[in-house]
Each structure stands twice: as C-alpha cells, then as structure tokens.
T-cell receptor, first 113, second 115 residues
Framework: AQSVSQHNHHVILSEAASLELGCNYS??????LFWYVQYPGQHLQLLLK??????LVKGIKGFEAEFIKSKFSFNLRKPSVQWSDTAEYFC???????????FGTGTRLLVSP | EAGVAQSPRYKIIEKRQSVAFWCNPI?????LYWYQQILGQGPKLLIQ????????DSQLPKDRFSAERLKGVDSTLKIQPAKLEDSAVYLC?????????????FGPGTRLTVT
C-alpha cells in the first residue's frame, strides 16, 4: 500500500528565511506527486504537481519541489518565505493514471513577521 | 467559477445518532470524492464516484457509512450510527475525470463532533 511521510510536523520560520519541507513516499510503481496547501480558513488547494519530465517543478507563489526517484522524495522548497505563507502543507501521492490520492500527515508552517 | 459547496459547515451530534453531509461539485466535474480528515492527520479517501457509479470505496466503513451520488451531480454521505472516533472534518472534492492529471478541487469541509 502507498504511504507518505512528512517528518516535520511544525515549522516556525522568520520572514525571508528559506524553507524546505520533507516528503517521502512508499510505493513500488510509477507515481504522480503533489503538494497541497491549506491557508487559515481556506480550502485545501493544489500548490504544485509532478507527473513526468523535469524533476524540478515550479508551483504557485514561488514554491518549487524536486522529485528524487532514488530517494523516494519530493521535498518542497521556497527561497524566501513570507508571512502569508503561514499554512498547513500536505504532500500526496497517486498511482499514475488513477486519482486516488494518499496524503501525508501535513506540516504546519508559521512564518513570523 | 463556483467552487465545491458543502453543507453543513459544522455539526455536533451524540454517539449513536445519525448525520448526513451534502456536497455539490463544480459543474461539469464527473468525479467526486469524499475524504475524512481526523485532527493531526492528512485527508483519507473514503469513496470516489465517477458520475453516479462507485470507483473506489475500499476505505469506507460500510457498516455505518453510506454515500450516494444521484444523477451524477450532488452527493450525500451518511453516518449511522455515529461513533466518537468519527469526529473529523469531512471533505468533498471534485475533478473533471479520474486520471491523475486532473486537479482535485476541494470544498470547505464539514466539521463533525461526536460527543
């Protein structure tokens, strides 16, 4: 069965600091990978996704993630965080061609101004 | 474009009572999902519909949970009878189709508290 691990449950950063959130998945086949974000009081929304091709994918609001197949990882990065990035971030994996998403437990990010 | 609508937003019931949640997906979206998100965990898929047919309900506790999607549009999720461990946020999502390349759009969720 697929599983997703997010090792950082809570992260606190100051504005302008760099961000990296870890995500590792367990699955033997070809996968599609996603990062979702939930801002306070808002719906869960897609931040970025990887299906194939360039393992470095760019998403909205300056976020990017790198797929490293050998490490089963899909870490999320942002060079300089803003207070508005305060949110909960979820990594998710799905079989290729099938939309069943398996989510990690999430990472709560607090950015202090 | 209107998003995924869910109601009610909050519900408090006692254990052994029944409860129902409603979801209206984005117009034209053939695929509808119900997720359960327990505090401190990520969303877990309960059931997936393609139009009005069930694609995956492997994680739905069928002894107490049921869901339907009449006419391939709106959907209801019911719990009967509720247990304390059913306290969670129930999220509805929709997408154009079942293929992974289609983005899932989530609703605001219904927060259920079972006392």
């Amino acid at each position: 069965a697929q599983s997703v691990s997010q090792h950082n449950h809570h992260v606190i950063l100051s504005e302008a600091a760099s961000l990296e959130l870890g995500c590792n998945y367990s699955y033997g086949g070809t996968v599609n990978l996603f990062w979702y974000v939930q801002y306070p009081g808002q719906h869960l929304q897609l931040l970025l996704k990887y299906f194939s091709g360039d393992p470095l994918v760019k998403g909205i609001k300056g976020f990017e993630a790198e797929f490293i197949k050998s490490k089963f990882s899909f870490n999320l990065r942002k060079p300089s965080v803003q207070w508005s990035d305060t949110a909960e971030y979820f990594c998710a994996v799905a079989n290729t061609g099938f939309q069943k998403l398996v989510f990690g437990t999430g990472t709560r990010l607090l950015v202090s101004p | 474009e209107a998003g995924v609508a869910q109601s009610p937003r909050y519900k408090i019931i006692e254990k052994r009572q029944s409860v129902a949640f409603w979801c209206n997906p984005i117009s034209g979206h053939a695929t509808l999902y119900w997720y359960q998100q327990i505090l401190g965990q990520g969303p877990k898929l309960l059931i997936q519909f393609q139009n009005n047919g069930v694609v995956d309900d492997s994680q739905l506790p069928k002894d107490r949970f049921s869901a339907e999607r009449l006419k391939g549009v709106d959907s209801t999720l019911k719990i009967q009878p509720a247990k304390l461990e059913d306290s969670a946020v129930y999220l509805c999502a929709s997408s154009i189709g079942t293929v992974s390349s289609y983005e899932q759009y989530f609703g605001p969720g219904t927060r259920l508290t079972v006392t």
